[in-house]
């Protein structure tokens, strides 16, 4: 398996836009997790799905940010309209059980200018 | 907040010392996952221990668990370039109820120096 795949890896958009980052888990996995990485607030989970159904969203800071599975092997984090303070490292990480071991992708880079 | 603290926050060695790194706790747990995060990629799981486990081997690293300190140790021996990463301890809390997610540290930046 190629692991956990997210795209774009960069992305640079302007205050304003909508930006939409794309996570492929790893067949098999049940649960999807979605992250956030600052240097101030180190890493913070937004959502995690299981079995497609989100569980918990508690983490997602705004009603700006939006996350679907449409299906087993396709996940979305959606940020509309994008702020400068959105700029951190996304991740998104797969596994077999929420708190068991969890594969991360390379993540992706937004910076909100 | 993190339960994981992790300290120090950054550490500098030279190759072939040992790196050792700390995480503490507030809870009880099932187990304790320690993760690696090489500059500008993702985070790779390194080793996890159980409640019931004291001391874990994998290769150059040493992980203990304290459970009645509520701390953990990672010990990197032999240390080189290539293990300069940061360092991330994730916590399983029990008795979390429905709040069934990992809890994260912050993380220790180790440096090895050539």
């Known amino acids: 398996d190629a692991g956990v795949i997210q795209s774009p890896r960069h992305e640079v958009t302007e205050m304003g836009q909508e930006v939409t980052l794309r996570c492929k888990p790893i067949?098999?996995?049940?649960?999807l997790f979605w992250y956030r990485q600052t240097m101030m607030r180190g890493l913070e989970l937004l959502i995690y799905f299981n079995n497609n159904v989100p569980i918990d969203d508690s983490g997602m800071p705004e009603d700006r940010f939006s996350a679907k599975m449409p299906n087993a092997s396709f996940s979305t984090l959606k940020i509309q309209p994008s702020e400068p303070r959105d700029s951190a490292v996304y991740f998104c990480?797969?596994?077999?059980?929420?708190?068991?071991?969890?594969?991360f992708g390379q993540g992706t880079r937004l910076t909100v200018v | 907040s993190q339960q994981g603290e992790e300290d120090p926050q950054a550490l500098s060695i030279q190759e072939g010392e040992n790196a050792t790194m700390n995480c503490s706790y507030k809870?009880?747990?099932?187990?304790l996952q320690w993760y690696r995060q090489n500059s500008g990629r993702g985070l790779v799981h390194l080793i996890l221990?159980?409640?019931n486990e004291r001391e874990k081997h994998s290769g150059r690293l040493r992980v203990t668990l304290d459970t009645s300190k509520k701390s953990s140790s990672l010990l990197i021996t032999a240390s080189r370039a290539a293990d300069t990463a940061s360092y991330f301890c994730a916590t399983d809390p029990r008795n979390a109820g429905n709040n069934r997610k990992l809890i994260w540290g912050l993380g220790t930046s180790l440096a090895v120096n050539p």
């Open positions: 990480a797969s596994s077999f059980s929420p708190r068991g071991v969890a594969f």
């Open positions: 221990i159980r409640s």
């Open positions: 809870t009880s747990i099932n187990n």
């Open positions: 067949s098999g996995h049940d649960y």
